[in-house]
C-alpha cells in the first residue's frame, strides 16, 4: 500500500516561503499521481497540485506561486510556496491514486493521504 509522510510546515510571514516535503513509498512513478490539498477550518477542502510522469496541474488559487516537483532518487515530492497569503493558511496533505483513477478524480478524493503538516501564514 502507498504510504507517505509530510514534513515542512510551520509559522511563516506572509510573503515568505515554505518548502513542503511528502516522502512516498509503495508506488512507482509509471503508475501513481501523487498530489496535495488543503484543508482551512471554514473553508472547502481544496486540490492545490498534483504531478504524475506526464503533467502537472495547479489550482488557479496557487498557480504561479507555487511549484510541485518530485526527486526520484529520494522517493519524495515536494511544493515550493512563495509569496505565501494568509488565506494559504491550512493543514497540508498529500495525496496518492493510481494514475488511471486519479484522471477521473479530484485531488481531494485520491484514496491514500499522509497526516498532514500545519502552515500558518500570519505576522
Known amino acids: 500500500q502507498v504510504q507517505l509522510v509530510e514534513s515542512g510546515g510551520g509559522l511563516v510571514q506572509p510573503g515568505g516561503s515554505l518548502r513542503l516535503s511528502c516522502e512516498a513509498s509503495?508506488?512507482?512513478?509509471?503508475?501513481?499521481?501523487i498530489g496535495w490539498l488543503r484543508q482551512a477550518p471554514g473553508k472547502e477542502r481544496e486540490g492545490v497540485s498534483y504531478?504524475?510522469?506526464?503533467?502537472?496541474y495547479y489550482a488557479d488559487s496557487v498557480k504561479g506561486r507555487f511549484t510541485i516537483s518530485r526527486d526520484n532518487a529520494r522517493n519524495t515530492v515536494y511544493l515550493q510556496m512563495n509569496s505565501l497569503k494568509p488565506e494559504d493558511t491550512a493543514v497540508y496533505y498529500c495525496?496518492?491514486?493510481?494514475?488511471?483513477?486519479?484522471?477521473?478524480?479530484?485531488?481531494?478524493?485520491?484514496?491514500?493521504w499522509g497526516q498532514g503538516t500545519q502552515v500558518t501564514v500570519s505576522s
Open positions: 504531478i504524475n510522469n506526464k503533467s502537472t
Open positions: 509503495g508506488f512507482t512513478w509509471d503508475d501513481y499521481t
Open positions: 495525496a496518492a491514486a493510481r494514475s488511471h483513477i486519479a484522471a477521473e478524480l479530484p485531488i481531494t478524493e485520491y484514496p491514500s
